[in-house]
């Protein structure tokens, strides 16, 4: 089970950092990790930052150089910081352990969380 949590309201500029933890015996070690967004009034999620097992983050155009995916591997947790945030961040994000080779091609693993709720105001 993936338990999201570090989301709340915050104003345009602000920070916020979100954690993810695992539970149940879903192990993170062994997978990439990613953090997807959910825009408000749609059904999609978007894989806006992974981390690879060897530490290398990718991240979409819109959040680089603003957030920072991490993964702490003896925890089974990912957080994700988000830095500078603008009102276009706002959704619920959710963490997933992911396959695939390349971003853009990346799925999810694991049955999704509730998700942790971010609302950027301006």
């Known amino acids: 089970q993936l338990v999201e949590s570090g989301g709340g309201l915050v104003q345009s500029g602000g920070s916020l950092r979100l954690s993810c933890l695992a539970s149940?015996?879903?192990?993170?070690?062994?997978?990439?990790m990613g953090w997807y967004r959910q825009a408000p009034g749609t059904l999609d999620r978007e894989l806006v930052a992974?981390?690879?097992?060897?530490?290398?983050?990718e991240y979409v155009d819109a959040v680089k150089a603003r957030f920072t995916i991490s993964r702490d591997n003896d925890r089974n947790a990912v957080y994700l910081q988000m830095n500078n945030v603008v009102p276009e961040d706002s959704g619920i994000y959710y963490c997933?352990?992911?396959?695939?080779?390349?971003?853009?091609?990346?799925?999810?693993?694991?049955?999704w969380g509730q998700g942790t709720q971010v609302t950027v105001s301006s």
């Open positions: 997933n352990a992911l396959a695939g080779l390349a971003m853009v091609t990346s799925q999810p693993r694991l049955p």
């Open positions: 149940g015996g879903s192990v993170f070690g062994p997978y990439a």
């Open positions: 992974r981390v690879l097992t060897t530490d290398k983050t």
